[in-house]
């Protein structure tokens, strides 16, 4: 992608308001699931479970969870992201991501008897034990995921709004997620604009480079 496009990429993604109702191409929600799943997180934790409700009987189930204004990004969304996150990173976890890390080979031709994963155990108690902000830690790292879904859902044409306007604990009884160990952050609805949506046509707004860009001398 030439740099100009991409930054015509980021001016003209924008948060979806209205949709259609029209469904995206199971090819696209697959390629985005797996945007989500390639997604970079702090010491390769992938704290992250990402659960699609693309049915309207499963968008209907999750609705009374969605906040009033923002419902009908979701019924008349394509799909739906709810982006949950363990409630800590326990020992199977840290197994699973060591066990996946060397069936992809991530340590071939490291001397034996190395610690692979002592840095991510440190990171980990760092923040589960010391800082005691181990939810906050994994939740940044969901929405690190959130904007990888945000900017590939607008390179291939499919219109997206992240939710923030939920009721999590309700999402999170109604999807039985705390008996997994798991609660949810945050969501993103994706699907097809309606021709009309007001959202589509307004200026985009931030801050000048200035306010928000300070290079260090
Ligand atoms: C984490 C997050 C949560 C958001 N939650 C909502 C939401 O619940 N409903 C909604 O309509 N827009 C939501 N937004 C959209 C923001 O208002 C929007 O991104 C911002 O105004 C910038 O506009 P743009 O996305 O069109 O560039 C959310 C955005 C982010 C990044």
Known sequence: MRTEELLELMKSRYTTKHYSGEKIPREKLEALL????????????????????????????????????????????????????????????????????LADGRYAGLPAGTDYDAGRRHFVDLHQKERRDGF??????????????????????????????????????????????????VAVSLGVRRPNDSNASRPKSRLPREAVVTEIR
């Open 136 to 185: 906050a830690w994994e939740t940044a790292q969901a929405y690190i995921a959130q904007g990888f879904l945000l900017m590939a859902a607008a390179a291939i044409g499919v219109d997206s709004t992240p939710i923030e306007g939920a009721d999590f604990e309700m999402l999170d009884r109604i999807l039985g997620l705390r008996e997994k160990g798991l609660r949810s952050v």
């Open 34 to 101: 797996e945007v989500l799943r390639l997604s970079p997180s702090s010491v390769n934790s992938q704290p992250w479970h990402f659960f699609v409700a693309s049915s309207d009987e499963a968008k209907a189930k999750i609705l009374p969870a969605i906040l009033d204004f923002n419902r009908e990004r979701v019924t008349l969304a394509s799909d739906v992201v709810v982006f949950a996150v363990r409630e800590e990173i326990g020992p199977e976890h840290l197994k699973a991501l060591l066990e996946q890390e």
